[in-house]
């Protein structure tokens, strides 16, 4: 079983960056696919990237293209959430998942069966 745990959160003006980690435990995250998602107050949890399980492959939400870019680090356990150019509607508790079953990224929530706790993204405007 993994343990994932998130950090790098907080409080940016648009158009700043902020780097996501996810440190996972117990497990390589290289035995799983993993994934971002995010939830805004009122609405419901959302896709925002995941990568394979092999590391080469990347799937994005289409709001986050060409500004977000997921990446994992073996050696450290990790896995990122790079994000630049931060919108206003980028604000939301951004949650890391992992998916055994699977080796490319599900875009369902429900695929997932390790989660953490989420890190809060505040993007003013």
């Known amino acids: 079983q993994v343990q994932l745990v998130e950090s790098g959160g907080g409080l940016v003006q648009a158009g700043a960056s902020l780097r996501l980690s996810c440190a996972a435990s117990?497990?390589?995250?290289?035995?799983?696919?993993m994934a971002w998602f995010r939830q805004a107050p009122g609405q419901e949890r959302g896709f925002v990237a995941g990568?394979?399980?092999?590391?080469?492959?990347?799937v994005y939400t289409d709001s986050v293209k060409g500004r977000f870019t997921i990446s994992r680090d073996i050696a450290k356990n990790t896995v990122y959430l790079q994000m630049n150019s931060l919108k206003p509607e980028d604000t939301a508790v951004y949650y890391c998942?992992?998916?055994?079953?699977?080796?490319?990224?599900?875009?369902?929530?429900?695929?997932?069966?390790?989660w953490g706790q989420g890190t809060q993204v505040t993007v003013s405007s």
């Open positions: 998942a992992a998916d055994s079953l699977k080796i490319t990224p599900q875009t369902q929530g429900a695929k997932y069966a390790y």
């Open positions: 990568i394979s399980r092999s590391g080469g492959s990347t």
């Open positions: 117990g497990r390589t995250v290289s035995r799983y696919t």
